[in-house]
C-alpha cells in the first residue's frame, strides 16, 4: 500500500504514467542514447530532451561502499581536472536514467565535479519498472532517509577522493531529490542547495520520520527553492508553511529562498516529459548556478 507521501508524488506525476506507445518510444530512445530513459516516465517529448555530449568530459559510472553495500552512481567532470567544486545530483523518483546523466554534464560544463547517486539501489531497479505507481509501491516508499543520508556522504567522500574540493560542496535534487536536497542540507557538509519541486511536508513515518518542514530551522546550508504554481502535489500554502519554519531558524534557514514560477506544473525541468517549460526550466538553471556561486560553492 502506497503512504501519504507517495500518493502525494504518483499524483504529481500522473500525466507521465506509461502507455504501449510511450513504452515503444522509449525503447527507441534506449538504443539511440545508450543510458536510456526511465521507461515509467513514458510517455516521452523525444524532440525536446537536451543533449550534453560528454567530450571533453570524465564521464560515467562509478561506485563507492557504503555500509558493505556497493552503490552505484554516475559522475561527470571536466577531463584531466582537479581541485573541483562537488555538486551531488539527486534523481526524481525514477532513479539515475539519461536526463540525471545529462544533468551531471551540464553541471561538469560549468567546472563542477557531479556525482548522482542511485540512492534506492538496496530496494530495486527503477528502470526494470514501467508502472509509476508500482515503482512507488515496491521501491521509492521502501527507502529509508537515513539509508539517503548515509550513501550521499559516500558520494561526497568519493568525490573527494577522486578531484572533488570538499570545502566547495552543493546539493541539488527533482522531484524526490528535492525532498532529499531540504534533508540533506540539515545533515551534510554542504554549503549550499537547490531544490527543484521537493516536497515540504509529509506524515512521520519509522523510514521519513522528519520531513523539510521539521528540519528547516536548524539547516546547515541555505537552499534555493524552485517551485511551479500549478504543481498539482505541492500546494502552495506548503511553501508558506515553510517559509514561516525557515523564518525561525539558523542564519542559513533565514538566508533561503524560494522561486514560484507562474502556470508551472510540477517537473518543470524534466525536459525530456510534457511537464517541460523552457522559460522557468533555464532560468531556474541560471538561477541554482547563481546561488551556489553566491554562496561559496564556486
Known sequence: ???????????????????????????????????GYAVAAAPLMAQTAIATPAAGLDAGEVSFIVGGFKVPAYRAAPAGKTGLPVVLVIHEIFGVHEYIADTCRRFARAGYLAIAPQLYARQGDPAAYTEMARLMAEVVAKVPDAQVMADLDGAVQWAGANGGDLARVGVTGFCWGGRITWLYAAHGPVKAGVAWYGRL??????????????????????VLGLYGEKDSGIPLDTIDKMKTALASGTAAAKASQFVVYPDAPHAFHADYRASYRKEAAEDGWKRALAWFKAHGVV
Do not use: F
Request: charged share 20%; proline share 9%.
Open 1 to 35: 500500500m502506497l503512504n501519504e507521501d507517495a500518493r502525494s508524488d504518483v499524483n504529481a506525476l500522473l500525466p507521465g504514467r506509461s502507455t504501449a506507445a510511450g513504452t515503444t518510444r522509449r525503447t527507441a530512445l534506449q538504443a539511440a542514447l545508450g543510458m
Open 201 to 222: 511536508v509529509g506524515q512521520a513515518s519509522e523510514l521519513t520520520p522528519k520531513h523539510p518542514v521539521d528540519l528547516a530551522p536548524i539547516l546547515k546550508a541555505p
